[in-house]
């Protein structure tokens, strides 16, 4: 269900939440409709802004800021105040750029952090209030849903006409590993079954701290992530699958493009060579150990990584390494794309089947027959 009915621009000069925009001639003019998509994770802050483009989606304008959210909550339950300032900062930030648009449409979810922190509702109904933007809490599942549609290109770009593909998203309060059957000829793809694990890059920072630059508490994580995994394999024998070589393992996260990035001998992160490149597995759980030898200020220092991100990387390494050990894989097919991509490319999918422009539908079929959460 869309936030609002009328053009958000149009929206926020009615009600005053930021000032108004340039005169229509100096605005940013772009043909074909246009569309917005905000992903409040627990750790980042995204926007996206794209129109239709002939393969996929043509970005016009992008945001992303690490706002943190989920700090403190593994601790407390709550959301702590300055985390929620921080946050709050951010969607005005997004607010004002969506304004300088004439939106078609747009979205904003949030995902684990409000999910799981008994003042999330509460929060968004204070973003509401201070910035006009009606934030929806989504599901696991839909977050794995997301996530499959915004990598489906990804998938459907090998040879075989029929195939799996083994999906994990490493965020800051969750992970999401979604099991889907693909049909390339019919380009679409099934939703099988999905784990959501209640671990996440800032989770697990904050629940083992120093521990997990330890070879001791990282192998702890590394064990304790696989054992979920393997109940999950245990009812879908993803391992099966994997032995016909009928799987693509993708990765999407910020620890999966980083690892990418490190293995491309990076200086800096550089999107255009990252996003649907093969990564090496045993190439990357050697860098792996390289960064875990770094230790924590020797990441901090490192160019690709630096200091914001240096706390967090162990622990979406202890995520990676669980899953490709569980799902023993020569490469995985790396993703800089997310859930803002997924939610662009249904909206847009929405107004094709709406009859809204004829260009060939690249819309998805979601049927979700497993569910399999775990709890925190």
Sequence with gaps: MNMVQQPLSAQIREQGYIPL????????SVRGPLYAAIDLGTHNCRLLVARAGERGLRVIDSFSRAVRLGEGLHHSGQLAEAAMERTIAALRACVARMGLYDLHDHRAIAT??????????DFLARVLNETGLNISIISAREEAELALAACTSLLQ????????????????????????????????????GYVSLPVGIMTLGERDGADIFSDTGYRAVVDEISNVLRGFDDVHCIAREIARQNVTLLGTSGTVTTLASLALAQERYDRTGIDGASLSVPQALGIIDSLRQSGLNGLAR???????????????????????????????????????????????GDRRRRGGFSATSSSLSFHNRMEHRVSP
């Design 21 to 28: 925009p340039t005169p229509a001639p100096q605005r940013r």
């Design 302 to 348: 490192h160019p690709v990584i630096g200091p914001d991100r240096a706390r967090y990387l162990l622990p979406g390494c202890a995520i990676f390494e669980a899953i490709v050990t569980t799902w023993p894989m020569a490469e995985v097919r790396v993703a800089d794309r997310g859930l803002r991509n997924g939610m662009l490319l249904r909206m847009i």
């Design 157 to 192: 770009d090998r040879r075989e006409t029929t195939g799996r593909g083994l999906l994990f998203d490493i965020g800051g309060g969750s992970t999401e590993v979604a099991w889907a059957r693909i049909d390339r000829d019919a380009r679409r793809h099934d939703l099988s």
């Design 112 to 121: 684990e952090a409000c999910r799981r922190a008994g003042n999330g509702m």
